[in-house]
């Protein structure tokens, strides 16, 4: 069947047409030049964008993939997590959709999507696969042992993700929004010569939050540094900054996935969300998986970031399990759980 995936669950209006764990097309419609000002996306302001974007990019889509609306089979959404503002905007296509053309509609979990987009990049999923999801607004270890039913949450974050903290310390140095590709591009130019803290990874930490992260601690610990050296009257180094900021994310995302799937047996993992394209962080987990016997994927870029593809994929997979469509009046649910597949 011909699966359309719509995603609108933060500041990219997506838009994806999937048969069975082949990418036919997709197209992506960002806000996030028109977040740059605030620092940050502002709820509003990407609900309207989804609002004026989703038809366009819903033709862009289709168009790109050569096929009509009419060819669709059925139709996957993004029904949570996520802003429930731009979540609507979404769910309001999908189900429109769904009555126009008589097709049923899948809800569906967006994190989940982050991992089954995957299949469409490398075939099946292995059962079982690590999954380790890292973006703007998310942290997750994720056991998955049927991506169309059964995710374990292993660890999340406990304060900022990942990609937040990104974000966060890029403003202290004075470096744009988005700051994650910026502090990417800096520590190319430094050396990771400042050793910050890696959260939850000392020995009573281990035993509560085994598999859990932390940001929010190593951020602080940023900004006092670079405070310290203004004050000292010193020209902060924000390559060596960046560099060591970096290496300390990445020291610890690679070192807990590697150890979750060492101690769940685990021997494939994937790599997903946006985050995902940090070069260091891509590095890293390609050496200490090589090191510990564990085959990595990682999709392209392009789909690590939020699209529709991801959720055509998820939605093919839900299809091929025999479950059913949602019913007419599904919600979004702006804090739906990461174990929940379906929305
Ligand atoms: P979510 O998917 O959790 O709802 P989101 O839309 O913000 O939130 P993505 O689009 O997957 O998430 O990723 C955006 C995040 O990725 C931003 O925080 C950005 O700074 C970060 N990012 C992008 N490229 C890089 C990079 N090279 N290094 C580090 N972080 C990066
Ligand atoms: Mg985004
Ligand atoms: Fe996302």
């Known amino acids: 069947p011909l699966v359309l995936g719509v995603e609108s669950s933060c500041d990219e209006t997506g838009v994806g047409l999937v048969r069975g764990t082949t990418l036919l097309g997709h197209a992506v419609a960002s806000s996030v030049e028109e977040h740059v000002r605030f620092g940050g996306v502002v709820p509003e302001v990407a609900s309207r964008a989804h609002l004026e974007a989703m038809v366009p990019t819903l033709d862009r889509a289709c168009a790109e993939a050569g096929v009509r609306l009419r060819d669709v089979d059925a139709i996957a959404v993004t029904s949570g997590p996520g802003l429930a503002g731009a979540l609507l905007v979404g769910v309001g296509a999908?189900?429109?959709?769904?009555?126009?053309?008589?097709?049923?509609v899948y809800a569906v979990n967006h994190l989940a999507a982050h991992v089954a987009v995957d299949i469409l990049?490398?075939?099946?999923?292995?059962?079982?696969?690590?999954?380790?999801?890292?973006?703007?607004?998310?942290?997750?270890?994720?056991?998955?042992?049927d991506?169309?039913?059964?995710?374990?949450?292993?660890?999340?974050?406990?304060?900022?993700?990942?990609?937040?903290?990104?974000?966060?310390?890029?403003?202290?140095?004075?470096?744009?929004?988005?700051?994650?590709?910026?502090?990417?591009?800096?520590?190319?130019?430094?050396?990771?010569?400042?050793?910050?803290?890696?959260?939850?990874?000392?020995?009573?930490?281990?035993?509560?939050?085994?598999?859990?992260?932390?940001?929010?601690?190593?951020?602080?610990?940023?900004?006092?540094w670079v405070q310290a050296t203004e004050r000292a009257g010193e020209g902060v180094p924000v390559a060596d900054v960046a560099a060591s900021f970096q290496e300390a994310v990445a020291d610890v995302l690679t070192r807990k996935a590697v150890l979750a799937c060492r101690e769940h047996d685990v021997h494939d993992m994937v790599l997903g969300?946006?985050?995902?394209?940090?070069?260091r962080i891509r590095g890293l987990i390609e050496q200490r998986c090589a090191e510990a016997?564990?085959?990595?994927?990682?999709?392209?870029?392009?789909?690590?970031?939020?699209n529709g593809a991801m959720v055509a994929a998820l939605g093919a997979q839900v299809l091929r399990a025999g479950q059913d469509p949602s019913p007419a009046d599904f919600p979004a649910d702006s804090s739906l759980p990461v174990e929940q597949v379906r929305g």
């Open 273 to 279: 969300g946006g985050v995902a394209a940090n070069s």
């Open 94 to 104: 999908a189900k429109a959709l769904g009555i126009a053309l008589d097709r049923p």
């Open 293 to 306: 016997g564990i085959r990595l994927r990682v999709p392209r870029p392009g789909l690590c970031t939020d």
């Open 121 to 145: 990049e490398h075939g099946p999923l292995p059962t079982p696969t690590m999954a380790l999801l890292v973006s703007g607004g998310h942290t997750n270890l994720l056991l998955v042992r």
């Open 147 to 224: 991506i169309a039913s059964d995710i374990q949450s292993l660890g999340t974050t406990i304060d900022d993700a990942a990609g937040e903290a990104f974000d966060k310390v890029a403003r202290v140095l004075g470096l744009p929004y988005p700051g994650g590709p910026h502090i990417d591009r800096a520590a190319r130019d430094g050396t990771p010569s400042i050793r910050f803290p890696r959260g939850l990874t000392s020995g009573r930490d281990m035993e509560r939050h085994r598999y859990d992260f932390s940001f929010s601690g190593l951020k602080t610990a940023v900004i006092r």
